[in-house]
């Protein structure tokens, strides 16, 4: 059974940095891509980033040079570092992992970036 839990999200000022965590279980590094989503308030959710079962990293064009996505197999981990932060990227941040055409969700964490 897979269980993905966010946590890290909170109020940051702008330029600020946040890291967000996410605990997953169930999930396997050779089968299971991982990554976040976000939504802001009043927009669907958006791609944000990921790491393919491969390794590789991609990332919005929007947070690239800001966010970095990482994956820590042995804690079972998935972690977002977020640097240079905006008031755009106030959201509901959401932890995902795809398996195939399966997906699975958090159920997401707050990040507000506001002064």
């Known amino acids: 059974q897979v269980q993905l839990v966010e946590s890290g999200g909170g109020l940051v000022q702008p330029g600020g940095s946040l890291t967000l965590s996410c605990a997953a279980s169930?999930?396997?590094?050779?089968?299971?891509?991982v990554g976040w989503f976000r939504q802001a308030p009043g927009k669907q959710r958006e791609f944000v980033a990921t790491i393919t079962t491969g390794g590789t990293s991609d990332y919005a064009e929007s947070v690239k040079g800001r966010f970095t996505v990482s994956r820590d197999n042995d804690k079972n981990t998935v972690d977002l570092q977020m640097n240079s932060l905006s008031p755009d990227d106030t959201a509901v941040y959401y932890c995902?992992?795809?398996?195939?055409?399966?997906?699975?969700w958090g159920q997401g964490t707050q990040v507000t970036v506001s002064s």
């Open positions: 169930g999930i396997s590094r050779s089968t299971d891509a």
């Open positions: 995902y992992a795809r398996r195939g055409r399966i997906e699975f």
